[in-house]
């Protein structure tokens, strides 16, 4: 979860020029009912696009909770100030590990 200190909406400038000025949240602190329906969006964006082993899901909640598709980045930021890492990190793994898999996979199907 990416949440502006200021204002409502997430800018340029929030996201890569004042790490003060934007709070990132992993995991999100949302329901897990919410956290239920947001994983499944996104596993079926992942899916429609045939993304094989990484994409991160942008989705809007409003203020009822609802969610709204925004897009999907099949090429997520991989630094360690991405939320790739800090997401891997919420399920005990990390990148290195996590690319040594998927380099593995691939050559398997190769």
């Not at 200021?6 to 003060?20: H, L, P, V």
């Not at 696009?49 to 099949?74: K, Q």
């Not at 930021?77 to 790739?84: E, P």
Request: aromatic content about 8%; glycine content about 4%.
């Amino acid at each position: 979860l990416i949440r502006p200190k200021q204002g409502t909406f997430f800018s340029y400038e929030q996201k890569y020029e004042a790490e003060a000025l934007a709070e990132e949240l992993c995991p999100a602190p949302i329901s897990p009912e919410l956290t239920k329906l947001v994983q499944t969006l996104s596993l079926t964006a992942h899916a429609a696009v045939g993304a094989r082993h990484v994409s991160r899901t942008d989705l809007i909640i409003d203020a009822e909770g609802r969610p709204y598709f925004l897009e999907i980045n099949t090429i997520p930021g991989m630094t360690k100030h991405s939320l790739l890492p800090k997401m891997l990190a919420t399920d005990h793994s990390s990148l290195s590990l996590q690319l040594e898999r998927w380099i593995s996979e691939t050559m398997i199907y190769s």
